[in-house]
């Protein structure tokens, strides 16, 4: 090859190294490249992986078989030697030491190579051997009168390739993993519900025990009956905790396909199923050093409960395909609406796991349980209510306050807040901004007794009776002024004088 091929090649080698190739032409281009400008009729290039295997990368002159493979260099001594030195080292035609590439080499007239010269230089960066170059020549005399400076060379910028392409891949993973995170957190913020509302004293008591536990790394089991928050509970204990910077991501252990429930939490290798066309980091993964929230964890297929132990234990997942393991960062907050010590006296859940997850409880009380929320927990629904419509003047009824906290609530808040909404939308169809008893008729209210009605009256009597009383009464309280009384009572100033009006209490 001329002086000035030797250096337009040695040029373009140069420049592919920040170039945007392909994956995998980048090593392509290179081995090609060395395959011009050396005596060889074979070569290859291999990347140190963390197990200590050599894996092809690119070869040239060789069988593409050679790229499904793995070489081990216990298995393998002369790539054992190869990385041993960090000068070039040369198998002479007579070496004793089995060649890895025999019957590799394409088109030769017959499956072993009896004689031949073999040549290997190791691959490092900053002292880190990160991989090596193999070269094979039929005739044994090929490396004999070898360019010194033109291998150094080579072996410098094949280097160079190794770590610009790995350092590109990095950040394309991390890219991926960060797009991944931040497509979940606004899927998080989308159906994030709110906040802990409550004066309460077991509400006292729950925010007492969120910020005992949040600061540590413990495992936190949260249960309670549908409904009562238990989502809401997880976002406050990863907010107060020292992962609060990094994501909290969350899995519906109930809507996993068992059949996906393996990739969704510990991603998986491109081919390793049907319709696998790349690789997926697991919700795992996206967590690592985070918080990773696992609702409904009662509902965990028994195989997966084996495997989610295995990373609570050691901090290892392995991706679904792959050969190896990764090590994450997690901690691990689950949440269940059913009784796990019955599901594992009843061999439905690992009580292993479930001493695992059950590091520190945190029960949420049932709204019925909660004295005197339901008011506030009333204000602040309604108050999403006018800024969704924007009906600031919309209000509930105080008698209706009464009827709510004497009603069971077996879907606690979730189905309070339902309840409010409905009344909310047939108030505002109806164009009055006071939501009534009648507006909660869908919704089966035990009312308490009211002192001062006679109880034999017809329904509708009793109730302008009552209504009458109350405005009376608001009426005083205000020295007689309308629309004092209407700002008492959260009343529209024009639907109370048509109330009174109605009820007798007006001239």
């Not at 400008?37 to 140190?48: E, K």
């Not at 790995?166 to 991926?176: D, F």
């Not at 017809?458 to 009426?475: E, G, H, N, V």
Request: include cysteine; hydrophobic fraction near 40%; glycine fraction near 6%.
């Amino acid at each position: 090859m001329s002086s000035v091929s030797v250096e337009q090649t040695l040029l373009q080698i140069a420049l592919d190294l920040s170039a945007s190739l392909p994956e995998g032409r980048h090593y392509q281009r290179l081995i090609d490249a060395i395959n011009q400008l050396l005596p060889c009729d074979a070569s290859a290039l291999f990347i140190l992986d963390k197990e200590g295997f050599l894996v092809p990368k690119a070869v040239s002159g060789l069988s593409p078989a050679v790229l499904g493979r793995r070489f081990s260099p216990e298995v393998h001594p002369r790539l054992a030697a190869i990385l041993a030195s960090q000068s070039p080292v040369r198998f002479d035609a007579h070496s004793s030491l089995p060649d890895p590439f025999d019957g590799l080499v394409v088109d030769t007239p017959h499956q072993g190579i009896d004689v031949h010269d073999c040549m290997g230089c190791s691959l490092y960066i900053d002292e880190e051997l990160i991989g090596a170059i193999t070269l094979d020549a039929l005739n044994p005399n090929a490396f004999e009168h070898i360019d010194s400076v033109m291998l150094e060379t080579l072996t410098a910028l094949a280097a160079a390739t190794v770590r610009n392409v790995s350092l590109v891949e990095a950040l394309k993973t991390a890219n991926q993993k960060q797009q991944s995170v931040n497509a979940l957190l606004i899927e998080q913020a989308r159906h994030k519900e709110g906040e802990l509302i409550g004066r309460s004293p077991q509400m006292q008591q729950l925010r007492h025990n969120i910020s005992l536990v949040a600061e540590s790394d413990f495992a936190v089991l949260i249960s309670g009956e549908t409904g009562t928050g238990k989502e809401l509970v997880a976002h406050a204990v990863h907010a107060a905790s020292r992962r609060q910077q990094k994501p909290m991501v969350y899995v519906n252990c109930a809507a996993l396909p068992e059949s996906i429930a393996e990739s969704e939490l510990f991603g998986h290798v491109k081919g390793a199923f049907t319709g696998a066309q790349s690789a997926r980091a697991g919700k795992f993964e996206l967590a690592d050093g985070g918080t990773l929230f696992l609702d409904e964890i009662g509902e965990l297929p028994t195989l997966l409960q084996a495997k989610l132990l295995r990373v609570i234990q050691q901090g290892e997942i392995q991706r679904v395909g792959a050969d190896k393991n990764l090590y994450v960062n997690v901690r691990i907050i689950a949440a269940t609406n059913r009784d796990l010590q019955t599901e594992v006296a009843e061999g439905r859940f690992r009580a292993d796991l479930y001493h695992r997850l059950n590091v520190f409880p945190i029960h949420i009380p049932p709204l019925r349980e909660r004295e005197g929320d339901i008011p506030l927990l009333s204000g602040y629904l309604l108050e999403k209510v006018r800024n969704q419509f924007h009906v600031p003047q919309l209000h509930i009824h105080p008698r209706c306050l009464h009827q709510l906290e004497a009603a069971h609530w077996p879907g606690n808040v979730r189905e309070l807040e339902h309840t409010l909404m409905r009344a909310a939308l047939q108030t505002i169809q109806r164009a009055e901004s006071v939501i009534s008893e009648a507006d909660f008729g869908l919704v089966p209210i035990a009312a308490k007794p009211v002192d001062g009605i006679q109880s034999d009256l017809p329904l509708r009597q009793a109730m302008d009776q009552f209504q009458r009383t109350y405005i009376a009464q608001a009426l005083e309280q205000s020295g007689g002024v309308w629309a004092q009384a209407a700002k008492r009572l959260e009343m529209d100033r024009g639907n109370l004088y048509r109330l009174g009006k109605k009820l007798g209490l007006m001239t």
